[in-house]
């Protein structure tokens, strides 16, 4: 599960290439919550972001998007590896691939 703050679209995503801080909580079964900071750049090819640890700004994990409507697509490289450039997984690369759907409200 993961909430983002403040989100009434996907749209919103990209607030944070204007300076505007975002934040997302992340929720596993069995794991304490993790809320990460994160930033997008929409002008890189394709569409990156990267999350940091909000107490010291650390780097984690850098990823890349895209968004279509309401479907957002991201591909996330494990904790502290280089960020993917393609919306590919292949078995022990340590990448996740989400397709997220909007449900309106």
Not at 16 to 40: D, F, H, I, K
Not at 61 to 75: N, R
Request: glycine fraction near 10%.
């Amino acid at each position: 599960l993961v909430k983002h703050q403040g989100a009434a679209s996907f749209g919103n995503l990209d607030r944070s290439a204007m300076g505007v801080p975002l934040w997302l909580e992340l929720m596993q079964r069995g794991r304490p919550t993790m809320v990460v900071s994160y930033n997008v750049n929409p002008s890189k090819s394709p569409s990156g972001f990267t999350w940091r640890l909000p107490n010291g700004g650390v780097i984690f994990q850098e990823g890349i998007y895209s968004q279509e409507g309401e479907t957002l697509v991201i591909c996330v490289s494990s904790i502290n590896a280089p960020a993917a450039t393609q919306f590919v997984t292949q078995p022990g690369d340590d990448r996740m691939l989400f397709v997220l759907q909007r449900i309106a409200p």
